[in-house]
């Protein structure tokens, strides 16, 4: 929190504006369905499970637009122990 | 050539009817032909913010189905005399409306209006989709505040693919009257400012309708705003907003904050 919020309590429209974007950027985007996400999500789950234990919080899967093609985007955090080994094996 | 214009939102008490009643008188009385069409079929207000509920004999909808002509329907203003309406139905069957007949009606009203008007009903249902169906421009509605805004880029995304004109590959014309606005709020950080609904947005400013008592007053003695109180911030906001539809470059004048030291001093850190 800077000075200025300070003596500003009021200056909620920053968050709004930064919550709208977010959630726009993202309703724009969807053009496949939420289910189909989440069925996608839960499957790599599974399969990344067989070989690494990973937190699900720590999954983001995504479907991004750009012009003509659709990216799935997978982004999972490993913890630092089980790549160090993984590291470790392949040196 | 007559120009089809929708004024829509998604959310509803936004100020579409207002509006509608507003851009209509304001572009009546340049002496342009204008006919202003009721969509809110079963919530019928136009009739009501025009001063004419007194008058409605015949409506959108007889129209439509063909138990009245045209002629019949359009009720003429008494103030500004190229400014008609044509009526919502008060029935409570939505299905009454049917693109068919919306059809023939807007067919009909390009022939004789320089502007068909329609006021949309909220929502992105049936009534909604209707009133944009046959546009040839759009005024999306929104105050500055998060579920008008979301709404209104749903509307925006309805009016680029759900239209005829959307659907023939062309692009739909669509502008941004942020209504409702008040300067204060928006320059202490309270509420979203005009740049923030256009950065989220980005479609072009049509005007700022500032939060008026003077449309109140105008609703309660039933005169668009635009000729019900002459030389009021939110007439003159109302004004301008019409002629930059007929290509008028006015500037945009944006509403006065007032502002003490301490707000002038902080105020532009947090918009
Ligand atoms: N600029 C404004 N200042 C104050 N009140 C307004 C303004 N615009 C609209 N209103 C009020 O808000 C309410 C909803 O407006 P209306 O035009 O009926 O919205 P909609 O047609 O989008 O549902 C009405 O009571 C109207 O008088
Ligand atoms: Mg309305």
Redesign the pocket.
Known sequence: MNIFNFFRRGATAPLARERLQILLTHERQSSCSPQLIAMIHKEVLAAIAKHIAIDPDKVDIDIRHKDKVSLLEINLEIPASVSEAADKKAA | MAKVLVVT?G??????????AALGAALAQTGQKVAVVDF?VGLR?LDL?MGAERRVVFDLINVAQGDANLSQALIRDKRVDTLYLLAASQTRDKDALTEEGVARVIAELRERFDWVIC?SP?GIERGATLAMRFADVAVV?ANPEVSSVRDSDRIIGLLDSKTLKAESGERMEKHLLL???DAGRASRGEMLSVDDVLDILSIPLLGI????????RA?NIGAP?SIGNVGSP?ANAYIDAARRLCGVPVPMVRPLEKKGLLGRFFGRRAA
């Open positions: 939102s959310k509803g008490g936004v100020g579409k009817t207002t509006s509608t809110d207000n913010v006021d909220a509605v209504t409702r606005y309708i500032p939060e008026s008592l003077d449309v109140l609703s705003v939110a």
